[in-house]
T-cell receptor
C-alpha cells in the first residue's frame, strides 16, 4: 500500500551505461516529479509532469529523459551515465500542479552509483 | 545560487526541551514555505507549511514562524522527542503553477534522552 514507490532502491553501474528508474504512485495524483539529491545534500527538481505533460524541465542534460506512460507512472531514463550522475533520485507526486501549496509525497529514493 | 539556506547542518537537543531549526531565504518573491522531515533511507515527508500572509502556523508540537522582513523562518518543536530525530528540510516556492520547490540543505536534529 506504498503511496509512492520507486525501483530499484539501489543501482550500481558502469560509466557509459544506460539505466532506468521507475516510479509509481497510487494516490490518484495528477502531478509527478523527479528530484536529485547530490553529495552536498541539495535536493533539486529535475522534471515535473502534470497529466502526462511536461510542465517543469530544469537545466538537466538531455541524457536524462522522463517518460510518463500514464498519470500514475513517471520513469526516468538516463543515457551514457557519468560519474557526476551519482546521487539519490527521488520521485514525488502531488494532487495538482500548484507546487507550493499542494503537498508533495516523496518516494523512498533510488541511490545511483556510477563507477 | 542558494536561495534557501539552512546554516546549521546539525542540532542536538535533550528530550523534552525545545528544538529550533532556522532557515533563511533570499528571494522576496517566495510566497509559500514548507518544512519536510526525512528519516534515513526514506523520502522526505511533509511536516508543516506557512503562507507569506501569515507569521505563524501551529500544528501540535510543531510551530513555524515567518519573519518576512528578515527573510527568515524557523521551526519550533516543543517538547522534543527522540522520534523527532531526523533531517529537516526547509523549502520555499512562488505562487505560479510552474514555480518549483527550492530546498535548503537540511539540518540533522538529534534528540537524546
Amino acid at each position: 500500500d506504498t503511496a509512492v514507490s520507486q525501483t530499484p532502491k539501489y543501482l550500481v553501474t558502469q560509466m557509459g551505461n544506460d539505466k532506468s528508474i521507475k516510479c509509481e504512485q497510487n494516490l490518484g495524483h495528477d502531478t509527478m516529479y523527479w528530484y536529485k539529491q547530490d553529495s552536498k545534500k541539495f535536493l533539486k527538481i529535475m522534471f515535473s509532469y502534470n497529466n502526462k505533460e511536461l510542465i517543469i524541465n530544469e537545466t538537466v542534460p538531455n541524457r536524462f529523459s522522463p517518460k510518463s506512460p500514464d498519470k500514475a507512472h513517471l520513469n526516468l531514463h538516463i543515457n551514457s551515465l557519468e560519474l557526476g550522475d551519482s546521487a539519490v533520485y527521488f520521485c514525488a507526486s502531488s494532487h495538482h500542479d500548484r507546487v507550493g501549496t499542494d503537498t508533495q509525497y516523496f518516494g523512498p529514493g533510488t541511490r545511483l552509483t556510477v563507477l | 545560487d542558494q536561495q534557501v539556506k539552512q546554516n546549521s547542518p546539525s542540532l542536538s537537543v535533550q528530550e523534552g526541551r525545545i528544538s529550533i531549526l532556522n532557515c533563511d531565504y533570499t528571494n522576496s518573491m517566495f510566497d509559500y514555505f514548507l518544512w519536510y522531515k526525512k528519516y534515513p533511507a526514506e523520502g522526505p515527508t511533509f511536516l508543516i507549511s506557512i503562507s507569506s500572509i501569515k507569521d505563524k502556523n501551529e500544528d501540535g508540537r510543531f510551530t513555524v514562524f515567518l519573519n518576512k522582513s528578515a527573510k527568515h523562518l524557523s521551526l519550533h518543536i516543543v517538547p522534543s522527542q527522540p522520534g523527532d530525530s531526523a533531517v529537516y528540510f526547509c523549502a520555499a516556492s512562488g505562487k505560479g503553477s510552474t514555480d518549483k520547490l527550492i530546498f535548503g540543505t537540511g539540518t540533522r536534529l538529534q534528540v537524546f534522552p
